[in-house]
């Protein structure tokens, strides 16, 4: 038997078991370790808030429709930040390029389960850098996600670069624009995590709910805004303050997930007026400059190596460490607690 998370329901979880599979060829069998909660994509569907529950994705289309649901509860092994060993490797692969071992620690994603049957085609060289500690690797998606929103940046050397939302994606993306040569000034609704900011870089921080950020951040660069700002919280106000900060022609780059109606963005104001740019970064492709040199798995490896090497310290963003069957009490520490904690990850 093995065990899944799944939500019932919005904010309903459960820790359900399932039959062991078969492994089919072609395939992979991990035993997971680690697995960390995305406090965003997550818990869009923890919350019931994900388009993905009232309409349908159409990808050839490229457009949501209206009329069905793309996903219904339980929805079952959500999560894409895992850890793992090799238990099984379907006979074929055995000695081929690539392809980990039994007994090799790999990373990847096969959701909250304990344990994943994986494609090799999505599992190839995922094995971990070496004296990198198993915990590290269940941020090699969240660590792409802040890359490539500090690629689609396109920051120059010595450029004033605001990043809205420090939680853990957010934090990752002030020390990545930090290590490309920015001014950070990180902004947040939380002091704790300003707190945070610095150690990770940040030159100057601003609390979103007490300071006049946009006047402020003009009136250090001199009355220009900043060169660029990634807002990664998810929220319209902070889109919107992100728009009200960057110099004319500023480019704003927009890694949060938005959730229903944009209340509180106002684009006929500073976008409109000092002709702003918006630029979509999400982890499904990288920036169109870069499709010839850059690929998602890219991103993946190049985060690993950086906390490998030590430019990046990721382990103290694990705030906890939760047993998988105490899966709902993490959501709900999230949910309803987010000053208490930063990466909760499970631990199966």
């Known amino acids: 038997m093995e065990s899944v998370v799944q939500f019932t329901g919005p904010r309903q979880v459960e820790v359900a078991a399932c039959e062991t599979s078969p492994l089919p060829p072609g395939h992979i069998r991990v035993r997971t370790r680690y697995s960390g909660i995305s406090a965003g994509t997550e818990l869009t569907a923890y919350r019931g808030t994900n388009p993905y529950l009232t309409r349908t994705w159409d990808p050839e289309a490229r457009l949501f429709r209206d009329g069905a649901a793309g996903i219904e509860y339980p929805v079952a092994g959500w999560g894409y ?28 994603i096969w959701g909250h389960r304990s344990e994943g049957i994986v494609p090799v085609e999505r599992m190839r060289h995922h094995g971990l850098p070496d004296g990198l500690e198993p915990l590290a690797g269940a941020f090699a998606r969240v660590g792409a996600i802040a890359h490539n929103a500090v690629l689609a940046a396109d920051i120059h050397l010595g450029e004033d670069v605001a990043v809205f939302g420090q939680g853990v994606i957010g934090l990752l993306a002030t020390r990545l624009a930090r290590l ?19 150690e990770y870089g940040a030159h100057h921080t601003l609390n979103a709910r007490t300071d006049a950020v946009a006047e402020t951040i003009r009136e250090r660069t001199g009355g220009r805004g900043a060169d660029v700002a990634i807002e990664i919280s998810g929220a319209y106000p902070a889109l919107h303050t992100a728009l009200r900060s960057v110099a004319v022609a500023g480019r704003v ?47 993946q490896r190049t985060f690993l190596r950086l906390v490998a090497d030590g430019e990046v310290d990721v382990k103290s963003l694990v705030s906890h460490v939760v047993p998988a069957a105490d899966a709902a009490d993490a959501y709900v520490l999230l949910d309803e607690h987010p000053a208490d904690a930063l990466q909760v990850v499970l631990e199966f």
């Not at 000695?95 to 990373?107: A, F, I, K, S, Y």
């Not at 106002?266 to 000092?274: A, K, Q, S, T, W």
């Open 253 to 299: 780059v927009a890694s949060g997930f938005y959730q229903g109606d944009g209340a509180g963005l106002r684009l006929g104001d500073e976008f409109h007026h000092n002709r702003a740019q918006i630029v979509c970064s999400q982890i499904g492709g990288v920036p169109p400059q870069l499709i010839g040199r850059w690929d998602v798995e890219r991103l």
């Open 180 to 198: 490309n040569g920015a001014r950070v000034t990180a902004v947040d609704a939380l002091d704790v995590r300003l707190a945070k900011a610095h």
């Open 81 to 108: 930040s895992e850890v793992g060993e090799v238990t099984e490797v379907s006979p074929e692969l055995a000695g081929t390029d690539g392809v980990p071992e039994p007994g090799q620690l790999v990373w990847g």
